[in-house]
Nanobody
Framework: QVQLVESGGGLVQVGGSLRLSCAASGSSVSANAMGWYRQAPGKQRELVARITSGGSTDYADSVKGRFTISRDNAKNTMYLQMNNLKPEDTAVYYC?????????WGQGTQVTVSS
């Protein structure tokens, strides 16, 4: 069993920055790829960024150059640094990890970007 807890969301103005954290407990996730997803009202959940156990990263086109995903395996924690935020980044952000055969999700953290 893995528990994921996101933090760091909030209200920020256009162009501002936030840093999200995802703390895992119950089991080490250092050997597992992890990801950040987001879901805006009325829209499907979408992948924002993902990171392998070795640190390779991948981003949605909409956030490339603005968001940076990272992880600290010693702390069992993943991060998402979000810069130059835009109103369209407003959503609930979720972290996710798959430890076969299960996929685990956090409860989400709200990010609201005001114009």
């Amino acid at each position: 069993q893995v528990q994921l807890v996101e933090s760091g969301g909030g209200l920020v103005q256009v162009g501002g920055s936030l840093r999200l954290s995802c703390a895992a407990s119950g089991s080490s996730v250092s050997a597992n790829a992890m990801g950040w997803y987001r879901q805006a009202p009325g829209k499907q959940r979408e992948l924002v960024a993902r990171i392998t156990s070795g640190g390779s990263t991948d981003y949605a086109d909409s956030v490339k150059g603005r968001f940076t995903i990272s992880r600290d395996n010693a702390k069992n924690t993943m991060y998402l640094q979000m810069n130059n935020l835009k109103p369209e980044d407003t959503a609930v952000y979720y972290c996710q990890v798959t430890k076969r055969p299960r996929t685990y999700w956090g409860q989400g953290t709200q990010v609201t970007v005001s114009s």
